[in-house]
Structure formats: C-alpha cells, structure tokens
C-alpha cells in the first residue's frame, strides 16, 4: 500500500500562486508515477498533470500547459504542483493519486490521497 497526503491548499486571490505537496509514504517502490488531479463541484474529476516517480517523463492537461509545474523530490518521497497564474475556474478540490503500471498517464490510478481545497477569488 501506498499513502497519500497532500498539503498547500488554500484561498487566494486571482493571478496569484500557490504549491502543493503530496508526501508519499509506505511501499513507494512500487510507484511507476504520480499525478495530480482536480474536481470542482457538480464537474468530473480533471486530469492536471503527471511526472515518473523514477525516470524523466511529465505530462500535462492543455488547461494548465505553460501556468502549471509539476516536479519530485525523491528524497523526500515528496511531488509538488506549482500553479501560477492562477484563475477563479481553477478552484476545485486537487487530489494527488500514484500509480503502479505502465501506461497512459491520465488513468488507472492505484492510490489517491484525501484532497485539499484550493479557491481562487475574483
């Protein structure tokens, strides 16, 4: 098993930053990569981003290309999201996921951390 627990969520004003951290713990070995994902109320679950957790590889939605950065410290166990410019539609709740495998990035997650909000005002 793989835990997951992010952190960095929180309120902040349109244009501004944030980062946020998922702190990997347990059988970390066994992850092929981690990713980031979002929900918003009433939406689907939104793929953001994606980086190997033991190569060089990252992947990336077209909605947050270019204003999103998503990097690892293996040391650490530890991946972050740096969102810049941020926009009030980028508030959601941001969930952190690994999976095992091999494949397409955007799915087939083995485990998910619990969420944290991030709200971006007008």
């Known amino acids: 098993q793989v835990q997951l627990v992010e952190s960095g969520g929180g309120l902040v004003q349109a244009g501004g930053s944030l980062r946020l951290s998922c702190a990997a713990s347990?059988?970390?070995?066994?992850?092929?990569?981690m990713g980031w994902f979002r929900q918003a109320p009433g939406k689907e679950r939104e793929f953001l981003a994606a980086?190997?957790?033991?190569?060089?590889?990252?992947w990336y939605a077209d909605s947050v290309k270019g204003r999103f950065t998503i990097s690892r410290d293996n040391a650490k166990n530890t991946v972050f999201l740096q969102m810049n410019s941020l926009k009030p539609e980028d508030t959601a709740v941001y969930y952190c996921a690994a999976k095992r495998e091999r494949g397409s990035p955007v799915r087939e997650y083995n485990y998910w951390g619990q969420g944290t909000q991030v709200t971006v005002s007008s």
């Open positions: 980086i190997m957790w033991g190569g060089v590889g990252t």
């Open positions: 347990g059988r970390t070995f066994s992850i092929y990569a």
